[in-house]
């Protein structure tokens, strides 16, 4: 089965910075999805942005990117401009891209905390 | 918009009550799941079920069982909760390739 770590249990950033949330995976397959979602207090899990791993470019969204590096295995997140409602819990996930690749794997999560 | 709905927010129960998990999507997925959320272990998926009255074990399926009788519908079961089924507990859809939608999350308290 897959792998996924999140070495940073918690991480903490000051309002208005940037700051990367570390995951890394392991896999021996080439084709897979992966994901960032955000569980806020609320607990409603919400993606924050999703990869394929067939691109070669980063994706983006808004405030939030990825360094997607597949050799090394490695996704991060990285925030910028934090704002005080990304303080969440991150999850990184992995998705086969198979046909029956029907399960997630999940990281054990980063607690992000947002000092104003 | 999608929608994944769990009957409850918060349970509370006492050991040895049988308990059921209910998870309501409305976006004709095939793939629905259950996992268990618990603090510095991540999510750890329970059982997960890919068709109607079609269901695979994940990581953690002891004390549990599930049912999906209609597509919409997927029931995780706990025969008799015990203490440490006290968790979150999450349902999730996907369709093939996609990305997962989750419910809102059932907090339960076994005592």
């Known amino acids: 089965a897959q792998t996924v770590t999140q070495s940073q249990p918690e991480m903490s950033v000051q309002e208005a910075e940037t700051v990367t949330l570390s995951c890394t995976y392991d896999?021996?397959?080439?084709?897979?999805?992966l994901f960032w979602y955000k569980q806020p207090p609320s607990r409603q899990m919400i993606l924050v942005i999703r990869?394929?791993?067939?691109?070669?470019q980063n994706a983006t969204e808004n405030r939030f990117s990825v360094n997607f590096q597949k050799a090394a295995k490695s996704f991060s997140l990285k925030i910028s401009d934090s704002q005080l409602g990304d303080a969440a819990m991150y999850f990184c996930a992995y998705r086969s891209a198979l046909n029956t690749g029907n399960q997630f794997y999940f990281g054990t999560g980063t607690s992000l905390t947002v000092i104003p | 918009d999608v929608k994944v709905t769990q009957s409850s927010r918060y349970l509370v129960k006492r050991t040895g009550e049988k308990v059921f998990l209910e998870c309501v999507q409305d976006?004709?997925?095939?793939?629905m799941f259950w996992y268990r959320q618990d603090p510095g272990l991540g999510l750890r998926l329970i059982y997960f079920?890919?068709?109607?009255?079609?269901?695979e074990k994940g990581d953690i399926p002891e004390g549990y069982s599930v049912s999906r009788e209609k597509k919409e519908r997927f029931s995780l079961i706990l025969e008799s909760a015990s203490t440490n089924q006290t968790s979150m507990y999450l349902c999730?859809?996907?369709?093939?390739?996609?990305?997962?939608?989750f419910g809102s999350g059932t907090q339960l308290s076994v005592l």
């Open positions: 079920s890919y068709d109607v009255k079609m269901k």
């Open positions: 896999t021996s397959e080439s084709d897979y999805y």
């Open positions: 990869q394929e791993a067939y691109k070669q």
């Open positions: 999730a859809s996907t369709p093939p390739r996609g990305k997962l939608f």
């Open positions: 976006m004709d997925h095939e793939n």
